[in-house]
């Protein structure tokens, strides 16, 4: 590029400010509605709607305007008589939410069905209605951002109400668009409710729509939500924080100073670029605070440097120059160019000291990706649009292939196949939202999966073959990615290699790594009580509650059960049961041996009522038997068939060894060589160069766990094997 297209900030300045500055959606205040004489100049606002409209969509045309013009007739003359807490016209309302989003770029399907999103709710006006003028499409938005009755869900109505928004936004995102501007709105008049009715608002702000916001990417509606939100919950942090701003501001800016060094060596290098500063809001200078340990911030930290190209080669130029021209802050730099995140977001983060020694964070990017940053899905436009150009890593405009609902961050999912407006963490919540028995297992399921704001990816492998990538949140574990590759099929996990290397299920997934998961052919697997305490994900969580409580004889030992116990009868056909290894003395109980302690022939064993009327066998030095006798428990007299039958007898070893290459390999061969069969492996990390397998065993007979146990030790490297006791099941 030649120095005459370099950056001149003389030149064109006032417009470059213009084009740089954070989107202000407070701009689009009460006097941009009303006017400066009140309720009289509320139909002058729809005019300055399509004004903004037409700014961000020159090529609307007039059957467009006429669109917007017939919907705000509608609106006004249904909503007419009709004001809010504040005394204002009810139709100031849609009118704000509407104007929110068309200053971040929105197209006239979503303005139109914003400008009637109350009608259905709080109007005469129906559906049907609403379809017959203006089409399915904004019926189906409409519709979408329409609360349940109160009268009908009752305390459920506000969980219910969401997972209806989730699941429309999961066809059409604009659903969940239009409702985080309408939160914007409805929040900042928040003032004329009662406190405690704010407080509650703004704490389910703060927990699902803050967290929706940033999800979509629109980070101009997050950032102002997150400062109301700060305001309401934590006044006196938030006035502290307004404080420090504005005594900043009255100083002299230092960024100023090195936005002036930015753009002189820019200038020189001849890249054409646009630099700005962009001040911070409440609740990023509360962070950064928070961040320093409380300790004073300095002039450069109540804002970042802004840096707009035109390509992505452009962004690593300016990369280049500024790390070669100033002492840049290594630790700073994260490149969300070649990797996105998963929100849309891309942009070069660096940090850099001028020659005085002030440190400035930049942000370099393209027009389109700060276009996209600072309004997210809202502006991909429609997304049932056959083709639309959207970002991409190579900076490139892609164009989208048609909608499919493949985009749901399962193995083989790829880069190209991704629809923008469906990502990967929406198709998950759509996924296990159908599986939450109740309003309330949905609602804290929904904050809990929320929270997650953070993506990795995992190669899911069969055999030596990679078989595709599997999006999970951050944090999630073995037993996570089993629900997410295999639904409810997941309870048949057994065993993960993470690496190539095997791994408890519990075993937390970083990004990249490599997993294979170990499946059990048969269906005597599922998953234990202990399994909750390593899922993450509400999908997991929620199918491992079910099979427990559909599975009580095989869930635990610590529930007891009121009802008399009742022998099962088998259906009609049916081959009948095997015999119970163990005998209770309680006429017509069922009997089975409790997997904690997985009791084997002669151990001595007491036996619980457990739900259902089964009756569980437990080693008499089984933990679970002190804390149920202590918990008033009353032990039932069980005893051990006399006529053992052959096989049938499971149990769980412990060995600890020195670690070494092949004791896996070794362990294995000799349990095999005794005629014993694996049923699940563990192998916890080493510490300390020593390291501890689990094995749950199948044995032939019971008195091959002896022989079993005295072969084990003879492994090389092996100096202790013991029979499985929840005392010592974790490591130290």
């Given at each position: ?11 064109t300045?006032?417009d470059?400010?213009?084009s ?27 005019e300055?709607?399509?004004?903004v ?11 467009a ?17 009709q ?12 009118l704000?939410?509407t104007?929110i989003l068309?200053?971040l770029g929105?197209?006239?399907?979503t303005l139109?069905a914003?400008?009637?999103?109350d ?19 904004i019926?189906?938005?409409v519709?979408?951002?329409?609360k ?14 969401f ?5 429309a936004t999961?066809?059409d995102v ?6 985080l ?11 004329v ?11 389910v702000t ?7 916001a ?11 939500l997150?400062?109301?939100?700060f305001a ?5 942090e938030?006035?502290r924080?307004r404080v420090?701003i504005?005594?900043n501001?009255?100083?002299a800016?230092p960024?100023?100073?090195i936005?002036?060094?930015v753009?002189?060596v820019l200038?020189e290098?001849?890249?054409t670029?646009?630099?700005a ?6 609740v990023?200078v509360?962070r ?5 340990g409380?300790?004073q ?8 440097l802004?840096v ?10 300016v990369?280049?120059?500024l790390?070669t021209?100033?002492?840049?802050v290594?630790?700073?730099f994260k490149d969300?160019i070649a ?6 977001y891309?942009?070069?983060?660096t940090?850099?000291?001028d020659?005085?020694g ?21 502006a ?5 649009a ?7 890593a ?11 609902d493949s985009?749901?961050g ?5 880069a ?6 469906r990502?990967?963490w929406?198709a998950r ?5 159908r599986a939450a028995?109740?309003?309330d297992t949905f609602?804290t399921a929904?904050r ?10 995992v190669v899911?492998?069969q055999?030596?073959?990679?078989a ?12 996570d ?5 295999h ?10 290699r ?5 791994a408890?299920l519990?075993?937390a ?7 294979q998961?170990l499946m059990?052919?048969g269906?005597t697997s ?9 899922a993450?994900t509400p999908a997991?969580r929620i ?7 559909q599975?009580?004889?095989v869930e635990g030992d610590d529930q ?17 049961a ?11 109980a069922t009997?089975r041996l409790?997997r904690?302690?997985?009791?084997v022939?002669p151990?001595?064993?007491t036996g ?5 009327g089964t009756v569980?066998?437990h080693?008499?030095?089984?933990p ?16 051990w068939?006399?006529d053992?039958p ?7 070893v ?27 492996a ?5 510490q ?9 065993v199948?044995?032939p ?5 002896s022989?079993?146990m ?16 929840l005392?010592v099941?974790?490591r130290d």
């Open positions: 590029m030649s120095a005459h297209n370099a950056v001149d900030a003389e030149r300045a006032e470059r400010r213009r740089l500055r954070r989107i202000d959606l407070r701009r689009l205040s009460r006097v941009a509605l009303l006017g400066a004489g009140g309720g009289s100049r509320v139909p002058d606002a729809i300055h709607l399509i004004k409209h037409r700014g961000r969509h020159p090529e609307a045309g007039a059957s305007i006429e669109q917007l013009r017939k919907a705000y007739v509608l609106a006004e003359s249904s909503h007419r008589g004001t809010r807490k504040s005394g204002e016209p009810y139709i100031t309302h849609p704000a939410v104007l068309a200053e929105a197209e006239t399907t139109t914003s400008l009637l999103h009608t259905v709710e709080d109007t005469e006006v129906t559906l049907d209605q609403v379809e017959r003028e203006f089409g399915a499409e019926c189906y938005l519709d979408g951002v329409t349940l009755e109160k009268v009908d869900y009752g305390a459920a109505a506000e969980p219910e109400t997972r209806k928004m989730l699941v999961g066809n604009r659903v969940m668009s239009i409702k501007a309408d939160r914007l709105h409805n929040m900042r008049t928040l003032g409710m009662r406190p405690d009715k704010q407080a509650r608002i703004a704490k703060r927990d699902v729509l803050i967290p929706l940033e999800r979509l990417g629109v980070q101009a509606l997050k950032s102002e997150e400062d109301l939100v309401i919950l934590h006044p006196e938030h006035a924080t420090m504005e005594e501001a009255g100083g800016d960024l100023a100073g936005a002036d060094q753009r002189g200038r290098a001849g890249v670029a646009e630099v500063i962009r001040p911070r809001h409440a990023s509360h950064l605070l928070l961040k320093r409380g300790k911030l300095s002039g450069c930290d109540y804002g970042r802004l707009l190209v035109g390509e992505n080669a452009d962004c690593y130029a990369l280049g120059e790390h021209c100033f002492v840049p290594i630790a700073e969300f990797g996105p995140k998963f929100n849309l891309q942009s070069l983060h940090a850099i000291a020659r005085d002030r440190i400035a964070e930049v942000l370099v990017r393209t027009r389109r990706m700060h276009r996209v940053a600072e309004a997210g899905v809202i991909l436009g429609d997304p049932h056959a083709t639309d150009a959207v970002p991409s190579d900076g490139e405009r892609t164009e989208r292939a048609e909608r499919s985009g749901n399962s193995t083989g999912e790829s190209a196949g991704v629809d923008p407006t990502p990967g929406l919540l759509l996924d296990w939202q028995p109740d309003a609602w929904l809990d999966d929320l929270a997650q704001d953070r993506e990795i990816t899911a492998a055999g030596e073959e990679a595709g990538t599997l999006r999970l949140p951050a944090g999630a574990t073995c037993v990615a089993a629900y997410a590759m639904g409810e099929a997941g309870h048949a996990c057994v065993g993960a993470v690496n190539g290397r095997l408890p519990g075993t997934l970083r990004d990249g790594d490599t997993l998961l059990d052919d269906d599922g998953p234990g009580r202990d399994w909750l305490e390593h993450t997991a199918a491992i509650t079910r099979w427990l409580t599975h009580p004889a007891p059960d009121q009802a008399p116990p009742v022998r099962p009868v088998p259906a009609a056909g049916a081959a009948p095997a015999d119970p290894l163990a005998l209770a003395d309680l006429p017509g009997v409790a904690c302690c997985t009791p022939p151990d001595r064993v619980f009522v457990i739900r259902g569980a066998v080693r008499a030095e089984c679970s038997t002190s804390r149920m006798t202590a918990a008033g428990r009353a032990p039932v007299p069980v005893r068939r006399e053992q052959a096989g049938g007898y499971r149990a769980t412990l060995a600890e060894a020195l670690s070494r290459p092949r004791l896996l390999a070794d362990l294995t061969e000799v349990i095999a060589g005794q005629g014993v069969g694996i049923v699940s563990a192998v916890e990390p080493p300390e160069h020593r390291v501890r397998h689990t094995y749950t199948e044995l007979d019971a008195g091959a766990l022989a079993l005295r072969a084990m030790r003879a492994v090389p490297g092996v100096y202790d094997v013991y029979r499985a006791r005392a099941t974790a």
